[in-house]
């Protein structure tokens, strides 16, 4: 099972990006996908979270800028960010949840210009 994280890049504070993470591989089912962050000399911090129904969370930091969502068909999740500010400066990793199994990906870099 491979996670391929895409859509970072450089965006001057206040603009947008939106992550995707393609899940490939046998995979019997994911059930929660979720984004992390983590910057150097930090530990990885949840970002946000969606369950395979499409319920989701958010870390206080984050809440009203930033939406996840999940492609069930297509085996993706995607993070859409909006106003985003130089804090959020970080490495993106997605991971899911299969069965009895966690899986992360390399992550993708997000660098936020002020």
């Known amino acids: 099972v491979q996670l391929q994280a895409s859509g970072g890049g450089l965006v001057q504070a206040g603009g947008s990006l939106r992550l995707s993470c393609v899940v490939s591989?046998?995979?019997?089912?994911?059930?929660?996908m979720k984004w992390y962050r983590q910057t150097s000399g930090n530990e990885r911090a949840l970002v946000a979270g969606?369950?395979?129904?499409?319920?989701?969370k958010y870390a206080d930091s984050v809440k009203g800028r930033f939406t996840i969502s999940r492609d069930n068909a297509k085996n993706t999740v995607y993070l859409q960010m909006n106003s985003l500010k130089p804090e959020d400066a970080a490495r993106y990793y997605c991971?899911?949840?299969?069965?009895?199994?966690?899986?992360w990906g390399k992550g993708t870099q997000v660098t936020v210009s002020s």
């Open positions: 991971n899911i949840d299969g069965v009895g199994i966690t899986y």
């Open positions: 591989g046998r995979i019997w089912s994911i059930n929660d």
């Open positions: 969606i369950t395979r129904g499409g319920s989701t």
